[in-house]
T-cell receptor
Framework: GAVVSQHPSWVICKSGTSVKIECRSL??????MFWYRQFPKQSLMLMAT?????????EQGVEKDKFLINHASLTLSTLTVTSAHPEDSSFYIC????????????FGPGTRLTVL | AQKITQTQPGMFVQEKEAVTLDCTYD???????LFWYKQPSSGEMIFLIY??????QNATEGRYSLNFQKARKSANLVISASQLGDSAMYFC?????????????FGDGTTLTVKP
């Protein structure tokens, strides 16, 4: 099946630093990618929709200046957590629907961010 | 607004038996897609099965089947012949529309434990 990769799989950083997370669709093109956040034992919360060639669409309550999203190509979207703080510690997951299909969604393996 | 309800925080099933995980949804849209995902302890979201709102037949994928009752707005997942490897968190999700660019809303999840 189609594969979506995320890098890094985990990261530990100091408060105040910025962290970039990459999401790649490896064998298909994705004009749209989604970024989610998941706290332990909780559901996935959609943060933003990443659109190739245009600005991302953020969900209500998500700070666009703090969570910068860039959809650089049909296979790559990046999420940058700027000036990270301990409350940003979470599991971040991207998903990339194959634009040729409507009946499935592919998720990356997730990135666990810990801010000290 | 779309809403997904999973009323079973945890479920137990004996190995080789069948189990049903409940999911109800609320939407005013006519066009939508329903998904089930499995999330093992590793954190990766694994797509299991999809049902479109206009599909008249219940979806099946191997040991997974989706009991779609549109009038009751329910989309229960049935896992037949449970295996120990089925122990995981299961999420029901609803995607807006029938294109793969639609946003998804997730339920709170059900933790399934398969007993040997």
């Amino acid at each position: 099946g189609a594969v979506v990769s995320q890098h890094p799989s985990w990261v530990i950083c100091k408060s105040g630093t910025s962290v970039k997370i990459e999401c790649r669709s490896l064998d298909f093109q994705a004009t749209t990618m989604f970024w989610y956040r998941q706290f332990p034992k909780q559901s996935l919360m959609l943060m933003a929709t990443s659109n190739e060639g245009s600005k991302a669409t953020y969900e209500q309550g998500v700070e666009k200046d703090k969570f910068l999203i860039n959809h650089a190509s049909l296979t790559l979207s990046t999420l940058t957590v700027t000036s990270a703080h301990p409350e940003d510690s979470s599991f971040y997951i991207c998903s990339a629907p194959d634009r040729g299909r409507t009946d499935t969604q592919y998720f990356g393996p997730g990135t666990r961010l810990t801010v000290l | 607004a779309q809403k997904i309800t999973q009323t079973q925080p945890g479920m137990f099933v004996q190995e080789k038996e069948a189990v049903t995980l409940d999911c109800t949804y609320d939407t005013s849209d006519q066009s939508y897609g329903l998904f089930w995902y499995k999330q093992p302890s590793s954190g990766e979201m694994i797509f299991l099965i999809y049902q479109g709102s206009y599909d008249e037949q219940n979806a099946t994928e191997g040991r997974y089947s989706l009991n779609f009752q549109k009038a009751r707005k329910s989309a229960n997942l049935v896992i037949s012949a449970s295996q120990l490897g089925d122990s995981a968190m299961y999420f029901c999700a609803m995607r807006e529309g029938h294109t793969n660019a639609g946003k998804s809303t997730f339920g709170d999840g059900t933790t399934l434990t398969v007993k040997p």
